[in-house]
Nanobody, 125 residues
Framework: QVQLAESGGGSVQEGDSLTLSCAAS????????MGWFRQVPGKEHEFVAL????????YYGDSVKGRFTISGDNAQNTVSLRMDNLKPEDTAVYFC??????????????????WGRGTQVTVSS
């Protein structure tokens, strides 16, 4: 099993920026889809962003498009999520996700076998 460890969460003010990082216990190049979901208590996991390793293709959820940027560093086996212009609506636990293969339904949580434990992001207005 691949272990994913998130870091970089915290409490910030509306409009601030924050960068989350995810370190994998395996070579990230072999984890073709790798990205982020977030969850608010009592709600389903929401797709945030995804990067396809090797070719660098990225996908973003509609609510974060234009504000968040996902990137990867295979040499360090990490994936980062740059979050700009944060809003209170972005408050959630952010999970790093990955799998060995890509899927058409990349926006669904069940498409990812490996999940990190999550890191809290709180945005105050």
């Amino acid at each position: 099993q691949v272990q994913l460890a998130e870091s970089g969460g915290g409490s910030v003010q509306e409009g601030d920026s924050l960068t989350l990082s995810c370190a994998a216990s395996a070579q990230t190049q072999k984890l073709f889809p790798m990205g982020w979901f977030r969850q608010v208590p009592g709600k389903e996991h929401e797709f945030v962003a995804l990067i396809i390793r090797r070719d660098g293709t990225t996908y973003y959820g509609d609510s974060v498009k234009g504000r968040f940027t996902i990137s990867g560093d295979n040499a360090q086996n990490t994936v980062s999520l740059r979050m700009d212009n944060l809003k209170p609506e972005d408050t959630a636990v952010y999970f790093c996700v990955a799998d060995w293969v890509g899927r058409d339904n990349y926006y669904k949580p069940l498409s990812y076998q490996f999940w990190g434990r999550g890191t809290q992001v709180t945005v105050s207005s």
